[in-house]
């Protein structure tokens, strides 16, 4: 008996401030969207529950049942075993260790249920629809909190033996430098993640270089955020341009070591701080220009990410479709 | 009219040292192997001479003609644009700059030629018939006077958009370290590879620190070399034992960087310094137990190559066999 063809996938991406769920069409058209507040600091079932009522809602939207869903996908950072459904640790969720997501969500929606790594999803779902359409080989780059990749080597995500492939933002390129939360040293996390960039700023106005970074956040220097020192370099401040332009330049660094690894058509960055734009993505390039082989740094192209915050799902989605495979 | 199954694949491997020329079956057995010094020195002209030479010699050992192969595969080290058989630049071949190679063989030859980096034609060959049989995600590294590389990924040679993919010995593990005749700064190679060992050796001894090296080379320094320093660390040499751990580290480093970006189920360590064996392996070993992502450390196991000097003209073989596809 045949199947038939499926309307959707449903997915959820799982985020440290908030669940986004969407319905989402084989052709990776968003049917229904829904998101709540994750509150992370909440019990594991408590979170469970709300990905639940949020993926509930975004059904009642679209007026769809379980039944006619294909699956369900999962994008969420941190270190899972996609291979088992199992997120072995999350930092966007701090007491989750060794929880076997894809036996509960399965048991409680009786559907098939997929977990991806949210920055696999959003290279699949860029590779798809997005600035990463027609590339055969490509790289995205989340630099948000963190730093995080997915890889597309001939047509396909490659997600590693455990499908945990893809954290460029725990590459050493600092073999002297700090050591990092991973266990790992001179993670180019450290250097050019929001997180650093936040962190270079706060410690360099305390130390009293002159900035409006102080004013910007009414003295409350601890406020201060990547998205803080993006505004202040975008009016000037010499002390937030430098520390864009480093982070830029380490960013540009970790790309050299990609391009010269990969030979990828494009590399897409995405996440919080590709909202700067040129500001971080020409210094890169210029970086990726002089440093890395001719050849390979002829032939990549390095630009922003075009599906934005809803790469995520979309990827989570799509990733369903092309799991459950061809049907009959 | 169909064009029958051939008997075999000619393949070349140039190195710095010699020229290794062999007939390799569609299983990946040799049928004969011939090899002449490479003498880079002389013109390009002369050196394709030799390639002729002993593809000649090769053929006419094993009672074949021209007619019988598959193609011609060339493996070679340097800045290859595979996909237009153009030899860009070589660290072997000092004077070849932008040659057309394959024109250049095809047009003497009469057969489809095929260029392949050395690194990925010796990662394809472990693949498909030793260390790397049955993995599906792997990374074989060369080491020896430089750093190489070469990825299967899904079950297939990744080799990026012009075929360069693989360049592993540049990237940046130190990005305040020193500059790199790539052009990038801080690389695996300068840190890890035999060149870098011998270096330091060299460096260290000059420096006055005792050892059994200056006796090893009866004083010329200049002499020392990796397999020098290898023979003073097995016989016990504080000196070569300390700049071999070093070298070691470095490359668990990179190892770490391979392991949290491609979580693979395998590493195969290749080239003049595999010969050390655990002796460079145990420690690279370590630092990846140590620093990278566990679940991906757990699954990864670093192991020898197993084919050795014939890994490249192997691979070759087989990226002809690969690359002329089915018949019908």
């Keep these: 008996m045949s199947r038939g063809k499926k309307q959707a996938a449903l997915a959820i991406d799982i985020g440290g401030t908030k669940i986004l769920a969407?319905?989402?069409?084989?052709?990776?058209?968003?049917?229904?969207?829904?998101?709540?507040?994750?509150?992370?600091?909440?019990?594991?079932?408590?979170?469970?529950?709300?990905?639940?009522?949020?993926?509930?809602?975004?059904?009642?939207?679209?007026?769809m049942e379980i039944s006619q869903l294909e699956g369900l996908g999962i994008a969420m950072a941190g270190a899972l075993d996609t291979k088992r459904g199992i997120v072995t640790a999350?930092?966007?969720?701090?007491?989750?260790?060794?929880?076997?997501?894809?036996?509960?969500?399965?048991?409680?929606?009786?559907?098939?249920?997929?977990?991806?790594?949210?920055?696999?999803?959003?290279?699949?779902?860029?590779?798809?629809?997005?600035?990463?359409?027609?590339?055969h080989n490509m790289i995205y780059i989340t630099v948000s909190t963190g730093i995080g990749g997915g890889?597309?080597?001939?047509?396909?995500l490659y997600s590693g033996v455990n499908g945990c492939a893809g954290e460029i933002g725990h590459m050493?390129?600092?073999?002297?430098?700090p050591k990092c939360n991973c266990g790992n040293s001179g993670c180019l996390e450290l250097l050019a993640s929001?997180?650093?960039?936040?962190?270079?700023?706060?410690?360099?106005?305390?130390r009293g270089e002159s900035s409006q970074l102080s004013e910007l956040v009414a003295g409350r220097l601890e406020d201060i955020d990547a998205r803080i020192v993006g505004i202040a370099a975008d009016r000037g401040d010499p002390l937030a341009c430098d520390?864009?332009?480093?982070?830029?330049?380490y960013l540009?660094?970790?790309?050299?070591?990609?391009?010269?690894?990969?030979?990828?058509?494009?590399?897409?960055?995405?996440?919080?701080?590709?909202?700067?734009?040129?500001m971080l993505l020409e210094p890169a390039r210029r970086v990726v220009r002089e440093r890395a082989f001719q050849l390979a740094a002829q032939s990549v192209s390095i630009v922003p990410s075009q599906l934005g915050d809803n790469a995520g799902v979309i990827g989570a989605a799509m990733f369903v479709f092309q799991s459950a495979g061809p049907h009959t």
């Design 243 to 249: 520390i864009i332009a480093k982070a830029a330049n």
């Design 172 to 177: 050493t390129i600092d073999v002297n430098g």
């Design 252 to 278: 540009g660094v970790g790309m050299v070591n990609l391009v010269n690894i990969f030979n990828p058509e494009r590399i897409i960055v995405g996440g919080g701080m590709s909202h700067l734009g040129d």
């Design 22 to 63: 969407a319905l989402v069409s084989p052709q990776g058209d968003i049917i229904s969207q829904e998101y709540c507040l994750t509150l992370a600091h909440e019990a594991v079932e408590a979170v469970i529950n709300r990905l639940l009522t949020t993926a509930s809602n975004t059904l009642d939207k679209a007026n």
């Design 90 to 135: 999350s930092p966007n969720l701090p007491g989750w260790h060794n929880i076997p997501l894809k036996d509960i969500m399965t048991e409680k929606l009786g559907i098939e249920v997929y977990l991806i790594n949210d920055a696999n999803a959003a290279a699949l779902a860029e590779n798809l629809l997005g600035a990463g359409r027609g590339a």
């Design 194 to 206: 929001g997180t650093a960039v936040a962190k270079e700023a706060i410690t360099r106005v305390r």
């Design 151 to 156: 890889i597309i080597t001939n047509d396909r």
